[in-house]
């Protein structure tokens, strides 16, 4: 079992920068390969950015590359992404997820993928 939580959300205006945390505690860190995925009101969650288990390879949807960056430190058990150039249309609620099974990069874009979710942190980008 693995419990993630997130923190760093919060109000932005556009242009801005935030950066997200996902605390992970239980089974031991390095075994997961980490997603952020992020749900608008009204619309299915998508997929924003992936990391493999050593940070290695990371992967991003199109409408965030260049502007942010996922990471991890798995000494500290934690992942993070940090976001810059917010728009308007990033605000959402932010889940991180874990994925405990070898993925390739196609899976690690599909949420049925992840065994473990947090609890969702919203960021808010105001015009």
């Known amino acids: 079992q693995v419990q993630l939580v997130e923190s760093g959300g919060g109000l932005v205006q556009a242009g801005g920068s935030l950066r997200l945390s996902c605390a992970a505690s239980?089974?031991?860190?390095?075994?997961?390969?980490m997603g952020w995925f992020r749900q608008a009101t009204g619309k299915e969650r998508e997929f924003v950015a992936a990391i493999s288990r050593s940070g290695s390879s990371t992967y991003y949807a199109d409408s965030v590359k260049d502007r942010f960056t996922i990471s991890r430190d798995n000494a500290k058990n934690t992942a993070y992404l940090q976001m810059n150039s917010l728009k308007p249309e990033d605000t959402a609620v932010y889940y991180c997820?874990?994925?405990?099974?070898?993925?390739?990069?196609?899976?690690?874009?599909?949420?049925?993928?992840?065994?473990?979710w947090g609890q969702g942190t919203q960021v808010t980008v105001s015009s």
């Open positions: 997820a874990a994925a405990l099974r070898l993925l390739g990069s196609s899976a690690l874009r599909d949420d049925r993928s992840y065994d473990y």
């Open positions: 239980g089974r031991t860190f390095l075994w997961y390969a």
